[in-house]
Each structure stands twice: as C-alpha cells, then as structure tokens.
C-alpha cells in the first residue's frame, strides 16, 4: 500500500469528526509518521482546548495495513472502483471558504451557539440535508452505482441553492459520502455498484445561506441479513437514546456512557477513532462529541447546534485506511453501521433539525 500522508480525520467529512490544531500547532506535530512503516500515530498536546481524550487516550492509532478476503462470511471484501471526474457548481452558488483554501481544515474553536436568525438558517439547512438523505435513500438498491447516488444528490442540492459540503473539504472529490459494509466511514463514491445484501451509510451535508446542516443513515440494499438489520437497528437506537439525554447543561460526556452502554447490551463494537462535532457557520467546531465512555468536560448550552453520530461494528473496531487517505473500513472486515443527525439545544431538550 502506498504511503498515506498525515491528515486531519472526521467522521465528515465528517462528520467527519474532525482533530483541529491551532494556528500556532502545525499539523506535523500532531500526528507522528514513519515512512515505511504501516502505522501514523496521532499525538495531542495537553493545551488543546476540548480534545483531550480524543483519540484513544492520546496512544491509540490507525493501521495502515493491506487485507485479505474477509473472515467468515460470504461477501466480498469491498475493493476501491473508478472516480469519475469532480462535478461543477454553478457561480451563483454560495461556497464555503474551505473550498478555495489551501489550508487543511479541523475544527474551529468555539461553540457554535445562534440567535434567532442563525437557528431559522440552520432549521433551513438540516431540513434540506434531511430531504437529500431521505431522497437519496431511496435510490439504493442493487445495482446503482454508488457514483450515481452522488451525482443525484450533487444536483438536489445545487438546484435547492445549495453547496454540498464535502465537496472540496480537504480534497474529498465528491459531493457526498457512500460507506458500504465494512466501510466505518468516508467512503468515496465511485464505479462500484451495490450488491443485493449491502447496507450503506449515506451521509449528507449542505451549506445554505452560510449554514451547514449534516446528517447520515444507513439503507438496506435488497434482501439483508438479520443480523446486518440488528446492528443498523441498534445503531440507531443509540443515536435516538443519546439525543434523549440531550438539554441545557447535561455534560457532554454522558453521550458517550448512553452509546457505549446500549452497545455493550449487544457486544457491538464503538468506534472511537471517530467524533461528532460542532456545526453550524462552519462544518466542525467545538464541542468535540466523544461516543464512547470517556471523563471529558463541557455542558450543553441553550441555542447550541452540534451533531451526534455514532459509528458501531459488528467486529473489531480498529479502523483501517485504504491509501486513497479518506476511506476507513474495519481492521476484520466486519460490517459497520452510523447514524447522525444535527441537533439544536433548546429549553426543553432538543430539537432534531435534520429530521425528514
């Protein structure tokens, strides 16, 4: 496999779940990386704002390895198809300004916290991405090739007026996420077409009007296993049962305890590597939302906008990274499920802006 070269990492693009240093941290003291060696590793000072803990107690890391069939099962190991050229977005469309930047992006500090205009515009843009979602799951089905599904959704959006997010962010060339089975998260999508048994997560982000609004799902693709079914089910009641919890000064931390304990009920595995995120006038920013047990301080505050995604596995929850640095599939070949919505914290608890 071709060396990867050290980059920021989100659960995006995302989701996305971005590391952030700041102006005065390069991105090469962040991560460590050896050539010729299969492994980066990713190192935290102790003076970033909100990320302790972030990734794996500051020691964990992501293999870079090459794999064999899958273990155990009868699907093929998913393997990387054609990317089709980058897809045009018409002047008039509002850009972010990551787009035309150099400079790699993470997540800005500071939380992302609204008046009532701001939460109207980030109604406006989570409920666009919520029907992009809902559209563009109803496209899957064997068949249709994953690069299909990113070309419809490219045009949804630009005709609704707005930016597809990922689209350019840290070089990602296409306009929205395609994770099919092992694949935890960043898949790109591309010539290959779903196959009866898949599932996929699909997950979509619009900039409108200078907001963002970021959700993901997972489909079924034809006629899927039981126990495929079980972990996208439980996947989504951990993301329902987190944003329960959700409301003015609840500690972020007890997001993680809701997930891992609704998973461990089960024995699936919860990604780590991963994090939801501030979002809002720009794509990622504080808090970072860990889904896992973890001690990390901050409170939820009125007006609030971030999102929650959780990212289970059936298997090992070690993440792999093909040498294209943006698809991230399971250590085992093992299936993997998310869910994410963005929400808004209000008097009452909170508001799920990216429900359909």
């Known amino acids: 496999m071709a060396a990867a070269q050290p980059r920021m990492l989100s659960s995006l693009v ?59 099962t009868k699907r093929k190991p998913l393997r990387p ?24 992006p993470g997540i800005a500090s500071g939380a992302e916290v609204h008046d009532e205009e701001g939460i109207e515009c980030m109604r406006a843009s989570g409920r666009l991405a919520a029907q992009v979602l809902q559209y563009a799951g109803t496209l899957v089905k064997p068949g249709i090739k994953t690069d299909e599904i990113d070309e419809a959704v490219h045009q949804m959006i630009i005709d609704n007026g707005a930016y597809p997010s990922p689209l350019g962010y840290g070089g990602f060339p296409k306009s929205v996420c395609t994770s099919v089975n092992e694949c935890i998260c960043h898949g790109i999508p591309d010539s290959r077409a779903l196959e009866d048994g898949d599932i996929i997560n699909i997950d979509v982000t619009v900039y409108l009007n200078g907001y963002h609004g970021d959700t993901s799902a997972t489909f079924f693709c034809g006629e899927v296993e039981e126990e495929a079914r079980n972990l996208v089910r439980v996947t989504k009641e951990c993301l329902d049962k987190a944003i329960s919890i959700c409301a003015p000064g609840v500690e972020f931390k007890k997001i993680g305890k809701t997930i891992h304990d609704h998973a461990d009920k089960y024995r699936y595995g919860v990604v780590r590597q991963f994090v939801g995120h501030g979002v809002g006038r720009v794509f990622h920013a504080d808090p970072v939302v860990l889904h896992f047990r973890n001690n990390d301080k901050g409170r939820m505050v009125l007006n609030q906008t971030f999102t929650i995604e959780p990212m289970l596995t059936m298997g090992s929850v070690n993440a792999v990274m093909w040498d294209d640095d943006w698809t991230v599939v399971t250590e085992d070949g093992s299936l993997s499920a998310q869910f994410e919505h963005t929400l808004l914290i209000t008097e009452n608890g909170a508001e799920i802006l990216t429900q359909a």
């Open 14 to 72: 995302a989701s996305t779940h971005f590391l952030h240093s700041p102006p005065s941290q390069p991105l090469h003291h962040i991560f460590r990386y050896n050539t010729g060696r299969k492994h980066v590793y990713m190192q935290l000072s102790r003076t970033f704002s909100g990320l302790t803990n972030l990734l794996f107690n500051r020691s964990l890391f992501m293999d870079l390895i090459s794999r064999n069939d899958l273990p155990n």
């Open 81 to 104: 198809g054609k990317i089709s050229p980058r897809r045009p977005v018409p002047d008039h469309v509002l850009m972010p300004p990551y787009v035309k930047s150099k400079k790699p």
